[in-house]
């Protein structure tokens, strides 16, 4: 039994082995390459599924980098209360007021994240 190997590419050249060229012991090798030579996979297949699985992976790091600089975002409230409540109702800093305005409003459409936060807080001012 011989095991011909093509390349795919602008050169196709194919490699004909047989039993023979194998050095005694190295069985293992010849029966992978059947193996190969069974299984017929095109190199855009594979290509195709590492890409997809590339994407994947990307999309799943960005959602848990997400959640992570959101975290903090929340977790940011606790030491700065002061300053912020300066910011919003006294004479402080605008751009204070204006970054954590997008978590007063959650806190107010979401009322779970809202009682957590004020729990949260409470820990920093008493």
Known sequence: MSVRLEAESEH????????????P??????????QTESRDVSVD?????AEQDSVLGYLIASAEQMVIV?????LSIGPMYWTWIEAK???????????YEPLWKLAGW???LGEWVNWYVCLWIY
Request: aromatic share 8%.
């Open 45 to 49: 297949e594979t290509s195709n599924e």
């Open 70 to 74: 959101f975290g903090l975002y929340v």
């Open 25 to 34: 012991g190295h069985h293992e090798l010849m029966s992978l390459l059947e």
């Open 89 to 99: 109702h006294v004479d402080g800093s605008h751009l204070i007021a204006a970054f």
């Open 110 to 112: 979401i009322p779970p």
């Open 12 to 23: 196709q050249s194919e490699i004909a082995l047989s039993p023979a060229d194998f050095p």
